[in-house]
C-alpha cells in the first residue's frame, strides 16, 4: 500500500469471525457477509515531533478539529498503515456541521426516487419499440451466416444468460472496480482521499457521501462486498423492479454515511469511512425482511442453517453493540443506519414513496407530451414488491 507519511491511513480491518450465507430453497442466493458488513473505516494521524522549547505553549493547548486531508504531503513510503481515528469532543459547533449533509440526504434520497420513477416511465414507453427491434435483430439473424468463434455473440449470449438483478448490479460493481483501481494512482491519492472518503471533519462533506460508497482501498473488502451484492442481487431487483433498486441502493449510500457522521460528530471519534457495505447492509435487510423464513447457511458449514430474521437480527445486534461499545474495526453506525434503512424501507418506505409517485409521473408524462391527455401512461408498473 502507497500512503503519506505523516498521515498514516488504516483501511484494511477485517473481521476474524467470517460468515458467509447462501439462502436455500426456491428461490436460491448465496451471501457473504463478514459480521454482517464490509464498512471499512480508516483514521489519519499526524506524526509526532520531537518537543522543542519553542512549543512547549502550543503542545498544551487543547486540540483542534481534526482538519481535511488536504495538508498531505507529496512523498510516500511503503510503511504499513495503522489505525488512529482521530478524537475530538463533541460540540454544538460540530453538530451544526450536520445541516448541509441532513439536506443533502433529504434532497439527494427525493431525486434518486424520483429519478426512478421516470427511468420506469421510459423503460414501459420503450418497451414496444424494444420488442419489434428485437424480433427484427432475430430475423436477420437467422438469415445472416453463422460465424465461429464469434466474441460478440460469446458476450451476448453470456449478457442475457444473467438475471435482470445481476445485470443491474453489473454497472455498480463496474463503479467500484474503477475506482480501486483510481486508488492505485499515486498522483490521484489526495483527491482520493478529499472526495471518496466521508469524514464529517472533513472540508467536503456531501460528495463524499455518495462517491465513497463506491469506494474500496482493499481488494478482499472490495470482492466480498460485490460478493454479497452481487448474489442478494436476483432477489432484492425482483422484489423491486430495477429502477426502485437502483434508487433504494444508492439512497441507502447516503443515509449510511450521515448516520456515520452523526455518530462520529456525537462520539468524538473523527476519521475517514470507505466502502459500499452501508448500502449493501440495507439491501441485505430488505431481502431478510421480506423473506424472513428463508433459509440461510454458512456455505463451509451448510448443515447449519438459520432463518434470515435470525440472521438479521444477529447482525442488528453485533452493529448496536459495535456503536455502544465504540468499536473502531468498522464503522458500525453506517451498518447500523443502512439496515435500519432497509427494514424502514420495506415496512412502511415502499407505500409512503412508491406508491405514491404517480402525481409526479403524470406530471413528467405532461411535460413531456406538452399537456395532452393520457397522463396516466407509465404511471404503473414492474416494481414487484407489495
Request: proline letters at 6%.
Amino acid at each position: 500500500m502507497n500512503h503519506l507519511p505523516g498521515l498514516p491511513c488504516s483501511t484494511m480491518a477485517w473481521r476474524s469471525c467470517a460468515v458467509l450465507f447462501r439462502l436455500t430453497g426456491e428461490d436460491v442466493f448465496r451471501s457473504s457477509a463478514r459480521g454482517g458488513s464490509f464498512q471499512q473505516r480508516c483514521g489519519f494521524r499526524k506524526v509526532s515531533k520531537k518537543p522543542e522549547s519553542k512549543k512547549v505553549e502550543e503542545e498544551l493547548a487543547p486540540p483542534k478539529l481534526p482538519e481535511s486531508s488536504e495538508a498531505v504531503a507529496p512523498r510516500r513510503t511503503p510503511v504499513a498503515p495503522l489505525l488512529a481515528p482521530q478524537a475530538s469532543p463533541a460540540s454544538p459547533r460540530a453538530f451544526s456541521r450536520l445541516v448541509r449533509p441532513l439536506i443533502f440526504t433529504v434532497g439527494f434520497t427525493g431525486c434518486s426516487f424520483g429519478a426512478a420513477a421516470i427511468w420506469q416511465y421510459e423503460s414501459l414507453k420503450s418497451r414496444v419499440q424494444t420488442y419489434f427491434d428485437e424480433l427484427r435483430a432475430d430475423w436477420l439473424e437467422k438469415l445472416r451466416p453463422q460465424k465461429r468463434g464469434d466474441v460478440r455473440k460469446e458476450i451476448n449470449q453470456w449478457w442475457n444468460s444473467l438475471s435482470e438483478g445481476q445485470r443491474t448490479v453489473t454497472g455498480i460493481i463496474t463503479a467500484n472496480v474503477v475506482v480501486f483501481l483510481c486508488w492505485r494512482v499515486p498522483s490521484l491519492q489526495r483527491s482520493m482521499i478529499k472526495y471518496f472518503t466521508a469524514n464529517p471533519a472533513s472540508k467536503t462533506l456531501c460528495s463524499p457521501m455518495l462517491l465513497s460508497t463506491f469506494s474500496h482501498f482493499s481488494f478482499l473488502h472490495m470482492a466480498a462486498n460485490m460478493y454479497v451484492l452481487w448474489s442478494f442481487s436476483s432477489s432484492a431487483v425482483s422484489m423491486l423492479g430495477r429502477e426502485q433498486f437502483m434508487a433504494v441502493y444508492l439512497s441507502a449510500g447516503v443515509v449510511s454515511s450521515f448516520a456515520s457522521y452523526v455518530c462520529k460528530t456525537a462520539t468524538g471519534r473523527f476519521g475517514p469511512s470507505l466502502g459500499a457495505s452501508g448500502a449493501i447492509m440495507t439491501v441485505l435487510a430488505a431481502v431478510c425482511t421480506k423473506m424472513p423464513e428463508a433459509k440461510l447457511a454458512i456455505i463451509f458449514l451448510p448443515m447449519f442453517s438459520f432463518t434470515a430474521a435470525n440472521a438479521l437480527k444477529a447482525i442488528v445486534a453485533m452493529d448496536t453493540a459495535g456503536v455502544v461499545l465504540g468499536w473502531r474495526f468498522f464503522d458500525h453506525a453506517a451498518h447500523l443506519g443502512g439496515a435500519l434503512f432497509g427494514v424502514w424501507y420495506i415496512l412502511f418506505g415502499h407505500e409512503l414513496i412508491w406508491k405514491n409517485r404517480e402525481p409526479f409521473v403524470k406530471l413528467w408524462h405532461d411535460l413531456r407530451t406538452g399537456g395532452g391527455p393520457g397522463g396516466g401512461d407509465g404511471s404503473d408498473g414492474g416494481t414487484g414488491a407489495a
